[in-house]
C-alpha cells in the first residue's frame, strides 16, 4: 500500500480530514492559462460543488496531507530522494482538458480515481511543436487540443506522438521538456503529480541494498524540500549529459561549444567559475561534486554569464544533441604539461608499436592549444565522456 490515500482519499474522508484547508480551484475544465480562471475556496466548498460545476481542483498539498501519502520508491534513491520539489494534487468531475505544454521539471502522475489519456511528444521535436502558436513564457501551445488547425499549425502534422491511457492505480513518469495534453475522462478523477528536479546523474551506488518489500513505505513528510539553489543548480547541471567529469583546462571551451553566445571573454570568466566550484583544488571538477556546487556564489559573481546559461537551458535547446549512441569516451587520466604529452608521444613512437590507444593518444596532443583541449565530434558508441 505504497500510496494510502488510494484507499482513504474518498470525498468524506477529505471533508472530515481536510475539508477547511483552502484550495485553488480552475474556473473552466479546459485550462486557459491567458486569462487565469483561479478561485480560493476551502476544500469543503469544493466537495459541495465538483460534481455539477465546470471546475476542477490543481493546488500543492499541504503538510498535513503528506501523512497519505510515500514518497515513490522509483524516487528513494539515486540522488532523487534529494530532489522533491512538490505533490500537486488534480481533482475534478472528469472531461479535463490541459493545454499542450512541458515542464522544466520531471514528474510522476499516481491516478488515485478515474481514467486519463495523455499525449507524448519526444522533446526532439520541439522545432516543430514550438515553430506556430508557442508562449514561451509558461511554456504551452496555443494550438486547440480538441480541434487542431492545421493551417495555423501546419507543423503539427510532422509530429509523430504517443497516446497513453492510465487508469486507477497506474503511475506514469513524465520526463521534463517533453510535450504533453493531458485529458481526463468522464467521472470523479484525482491525481498527485511527485515533481522533481531533473537529475543530471544517476548515483546507482546509492541504491545498492535497497529492498522494494522493505523501502515502500517512506512517508512523504519526512523527505526534505531541496535547498533554495537546487531548481538553478540542476538547470545549470543539464549542459554536462553524459559527461563524466571535467578538468579546469576544458569546462571554458566544452561550455562554449555548447551555447555559440558564449565569449572568449566569458571563458576566462568561466576559469573562475570553476575555482568556486573546485572546493578541494585538485582541477577536477567530478559529479558528487557537482551535484553540491556554490552556484549561488558563483551567479553573484558573474550574473550576466549566467544569465546567458540558464536563458540557453530555459529556452528549450537539446542540450544532449540528437539521439543516439553516446560518444567514444575520452579518457584523461591525470594533467600534464604541454611538454610532458608532447615527450611521452615522441617516446611512444620510437620505442613500441603503437596500439589503438597511443593513436588516441596522439590525436589528443595534436588538438591540444597551450593545454587547453578542444574537444571535435566523436563516433558515437557509449554512454559516458571525460573531458
Same mark, same amino acid.
Given at each position: 500500500d505504497n500510496i494510502p490515500a488510494y484507499r482513504l482519499w474518498t470525498d468524506d474522508y477529505l471533508r472530515k480530514n481536510f475539508g477547511q484547508t483552502d484550495v485553488e480551484v480552475e474556473m473552466g475544465k479546459k485550462e486557459r492559462r491567458s486569462d487565469g480562471g483561479l478561485k480560493n475556496m476551502t476544500f469543503s466548498k469544493f466537495l459541495h460543488l465538483y460534481q455539477t460545476e465546470d471546475i476542477y481542483q490543481v493546488f500543492d498539498i499541504t503538510q498535513d496531507m503528506k501523512k497519505d501519502l510515500n514518497l515513490p520508491l522509483s524516487l528513494q534513491c539515486g540522488g532523487f530522494q534529494n530532489l522533491q520539489e512538490t505533490v500537486v494534487l488534480w481533482f475534478s468531475s472528469g472531461g479535463t482538458k490541459s493545454h499542450l505544454h512541458r515542464d522544466m521539471l520531471d514528474n510522476i502522475n499516481c491516478l488515485l480515481d478515474g481514467k486519463k489519456e495523455i499525449i507524448f511528444i519526444d522533446k526532439k521535436y520541439e522545432k516543430l511543436v514550438m515553430a506556430d502558436g508557442w508562449v514561451q513564457e509558461g511554456g504551452y501551445s496555443m494550438v486547440d487540443v480538441e480541434s487542431v488547425d492545421m493551417t495555423k499549425f501546419p507543423q503539427l502534422q510532422n509530429v509523430p506522438y504517443n497516446r497513453i491511457t492510465i487508469s486507477k492505480g497506474d503511475c506514469i513518469f513524465i520526463p521534463f521538456k517533453w510535450f504533453h495534453y493531458v485529458d481526463s475522462k468522464p467521472g470523479r478523477n484525482m491525481a498527485v503529480n511527485f515533481w522533481f528536479h531533473h537529475l543530471p546523474w544517476f548515483n546507482s551506488s546509492d541504491c545498492e541494498g535497497v529492498d522494494p518489500y522493505q523501502n515502500s513505505s517512506v512517508p512523504l513528510s519526512s523527505v526534505k524540500t531541496p535547498d533554495p539553489d537546487s531548481e538553478t543548480?540542476?538547470?545549470?547541471?543539464?549542459?554536462?549529459?553524459?559527461?563524466?567529469?571535467?578538468?579546469?583546462?576544458?569546462?571554458?571551451?566544452?561550455?562554449?561549444?555548447?551555447?555559440?553566445?558564449? #565569449? =572568449?571573454? /566569458?571563458? !576566462?570568466?568561466? @576559469?573562475?567559475?570553476?575555482?568556486?566550484? %573546485?572546493? $578541494?583544488?585538485?582541477?577536477?571538477?567530478?559529479?558528487?561534486?557537482?551535484?553540491?556546487?556554490?552556484?549561488?556564489?558563483?551567479?553573484?559573481?558573474?550574473?550576466?554569464?549566467?544569465?546567458?546559461?540558464?536563458?540557453?537551458?530555459?529556452?528549450?535547446?537539446?542540450?544532449?544533441?540528437?539521439?543516439?549512441?553516446?560518444?567514444?569516451?575520452?579518457?584523461?587520466?591525470?594533467?600534464?604539461?604541454?611538454?610532458?604529452?608532447?615527450?611521452?608521444?615522441?617516446?611512444?613512437?620510437?620505442?613500441?608499436?603503437? #596500439? =589503438?590507444? /597511443?593513436? !588516441?593518444?596522439? @590525436?589528443?596532443?595534436?588538438?591540444?592549444? %597551450?593545454? $587547453?583541449?578542444?574537444?571535435?565530434?566523436?563516433?558515437?558508441?557509449?554512454?559516458?565522456?571525460?573531458?
Open positions: 543548480r540542476m538547470l545549470f547541471l543539464q549542459l554536462f549529459g553524459d559527461i563524466k567529469s571535467f578538468y579546469k583546462r576544458s569546462f571554458g571551451d566544452y561550455i562554449q561549444r555548447e551555447i555559440p553566445s558564449i #565569449t =572568449p571573454r /566569458d571563458v !576566462e570568466s568561466l @576559469k573562475e567559475v570553476f575555482s568556486i566550484f %573546485d572546493v $578541494n583544488g585538485n582541477n577536477v571538477l567530478t559529479w558528487d561534486e557537482l551535484m553540491t556546487i556554490d552556484i549561488a556564489s558563483a551567479m553573484d559573481k558573474f550574473p550576466e554569464l549566467f544569465e546567458k546559461i540558464l536563458l540557453n537551458v530555459t529556452d528549450g535547446s537539446d542540450l544532449n544533441g540528437e539521439l543516439g549512441e553516446d560518444p567514444e569516451p575520452i579518457i584523461l587520466q591525470e594533467e600534464e604539461s604541454q611538454h610532458e604529452e608532447v615527450q611521452r608521444a615522441n617516446e611512444d613512437q620510437s620505442s613500441k608499436v603503437k #596500439t =589503438p590507444d /597511443d593513436l !588516441e593518444k596522439e @590525436k589528443l596532443i595534436e588538438i591540444a592549444d %597551450d593545454g $587547453n583541449l578542444v574537444m571535435e565530434e566523436e563516433p558515437v558508441r557509449n554512454h559516458h565522456e571525460e573531458l
